[in-house]
Structure formats: structure tokens, C-alpha cells
């Protein structure tokens, strides 16, 4: 069964930073072979994605997020990271992590990110 465990979410003030990481286990192929990304959904609202990185085509991320957020994967960890800089009370949510292969699709818990004084 595959697993994607998120971890580094939590509490900051604004302009604080915070580092979420997803690792992968059980995939049906090599990690390498995935597209990863992150969502975010906040309350009220509909899941969006954050950024994304599809094998052979680079990172991709919304405009709200761009210059702040930096998407990165290992792949010989199985993770994928995402740094958030400069952090806004707008930017609190549940963060999911996905990976993608054809029609394989899968999802992380979800790790809660409040931004807050």
C-alpha cells in the first residue's frame, strides 16, 4: 500500500518559515518517475495547488506563492519538500502532498500550517 507521510507543518508568525517534507514508500515504480507537488486547502475553500514538479518539465507554482515558496524532490529519498519563506496569515491551510504517475494518484494526510501572531 502506498504511503505519503508529511511532516514539518505548525505554527509561525508572519514572515516566519517553515520546511514540509513528504516521503514516499511502498510506490509500484521508481520515485523518480512520479509527478509531486503540494496542495493547500484552506477553510471555506477549495483545494489548490502550490507547486509542482513533473518529471521533464520543471517546477511550477501559483502566482500568489511565487518568490516565497521553492519545491525540491530526492530522489533517492523518495521525498519532496517544500520551503515557505516570508509566510502570510493568508497562507494558513491543510498542505497535502501528491505524486502522480498515469492514473496512479496519491495523497498525503494533509499537515496543518498556521500563520499567526
Known amino acids: 500500500q502506498v504511503q505519503l507521510v508529511e511532516s514539518g507543518g505548525g505554527l509561525v508568525q508572519p514572515g516566519g518559515s517553515l520546511r514540509l517534507s513528504c516521503e514516499a514508500s511502498?510506490?509500484?515504480?521508481?520515485?523518480?518517475?512520479?509527478?509531486v507537488a503540494w496542495y493547500r486547502q484552506a477553510p471555506g475553500k477549495e483545494r489548490e495547488l502550490v507547486a509542482s514538479i513533473k518529471t521533464g518539465e520543471g517546477t511550477n507554482y501559483v502566482d500568489s506563492v511565487k518568490g516565497r515558496f521553492t519545491i525540491s524532490r530526492d530522489d533517492a529519498k523518495n521525498t519532496v519538500s517544500l520551503q515557505m519563506n516570508s509566510l502570510r496569515p493568508e497562507d494558513t491551510a491543510l498542505f497535502y502532498c501528491?505524486?502522480?504517475?498515469?492514473?496512479?494518484?496519491?495523497w498525503g494526510q494533509g499537515t496543518q500550517v498556521t500563520v499567526s501572531s
Open positions: 511502498n510506490l509500484e515504480f521508481l520515485f523518480n518517475k512520479y509527478h
Open positions: 501528491n505524486v502522480r504517475y498515469g492514473w496512479r494518484n496519491y
